[in-house]
């Protein structure tokens, strides 16, 4: 059976495109989507792919990996700055995760330098606009089939 990753997305991401492009791109969530989708198929993983603009939903999806999901990469948006629930429900459900951003977090305001997810990541790639997803993904499956033995 193919490992199973979750790519979770949180707020605004569904303006990709046409929200600040200067700072996230020119690529639509929806793009980013099919390129990341493509990126699994050739590394033989599947893909579930959400995106909500709720805190508590995105606490739901990541609550629903537990026994589903084999590995996570997410990209909370906003909520990597300020959500303590989402933190909370990384560490419950114990699912290996990469955190990616489109931006550079840490070259931006300081109010967004500060990630409460990295600690507790696999490991985080940022600033590579909508490369970061496959970056995180390849760097993900790596880690899975280095601690799989695969």
Request: proline share 4%; aromatic share 6%.
């Amino acid at each position: 059976m193919p490992p199973h990753i979750a790519v979770l997305n949180g707020p605004n991401l569904n303006l990709l495109g046409e929200r600040e492009p200067e700072v996230y791109g020119r690529a639509t969530l929806a793009e980013v989507e099919a390129r990341t989708r493509e990126r699994a198929r050739t590394l033989g993983v599947e893909l579930e792919w959400c995106q909500t603009n709720h805190e508590g939903e995105l606490v739901e999806a990541i609550q629903q990996l537990s026994g589903k999901a084999d590995g996570a990469v997410i990209n909370a948006a906003a909520f990597t700055h300020t959500s303590l629930a989402v933190r909370d429900a990384l560490l419950a459900v114990r699912v290996p995760f990469v955190e990616v951003h489109l931006s550079n977090i840490f070259g931006r305001e300081p109010e967004r330098r500060r990630s409460l997810l990295a600690d507790v990541a696999v490991g985080v790639v940022a600033g590579f606009g909508a490369e970061s997803y496959r970056l995180g993904l390849e760097g993900l499956v790596g880690y899975l089939q280095s601690r799989h033995g695969r």
